[in-house]
Nanobody, 126 residues
Framework: QVQLVESGGGLVQAGDSLRLSCAAS????????MGWFRQAPGKEREFVAA????????YYADSVKGRFTISRDNAKNTMYLQMNSLKREDTAVYYC???????????????????WGQGTQVTVSS
């Protein structure tokens, strides 16, 4: 059974940093693109960042570019999202996702991902 489990969320103040982790189990994702999405109350789930299978290529939403960094450790079957200079508008539930197709370029849309975690809450107060 494939599982993606996010951790590292919490309540922080504006300007602070957080590091999210996404631990995968049930299969290896070393040949698969992975990504982070987020969903704020009353809004649709939106793309945050994505990374290709070997970590060489990364992609970011304009709203987080320069503040967030996505990375992965395939030996640990884990993906990370380092979030710096957090803003109130970053408040959301953050989800990790993985593509079941091997070696496909990382995508920016939800339907390109087949496996999802349960989400971790990030709340940024001013």
């Amino acid at each position: 059974q494939v599982q993606l489990v996010e951790s590292g969320g919490g309540l922080v103040q504006a300007g602070d940093s957080l590091r999210l982790s996404c631990a995968a189990s049930g299969r290896t994702f070393s040949t698969n693109a992975m990504g982070w999405f987020r969903q704020a109350p009353g809004k649709e789930r939106e793309f945050v960042a994505a990374i290709n299978y070997n970590g060489v290529n990364t992609y970011y939403a304009d709203s987080v570019k320069g503040r967030f960094t996505i990375s992965r450790d395939n030996a640990k079957n884990t993906m990370y999202l380092q979030m710096n200079s957090l803003k109130r508008e970053d408040t959301a539930v953050y989800y990790c996702a993985a593509d079941k197709n091997i070696f496909r370029p990382a995508g920016r849309v939800r339907w390109e991902y087949d496996y999802w975690g349960q989400g971790t809450q990030v709340t940024v107060s001013s």
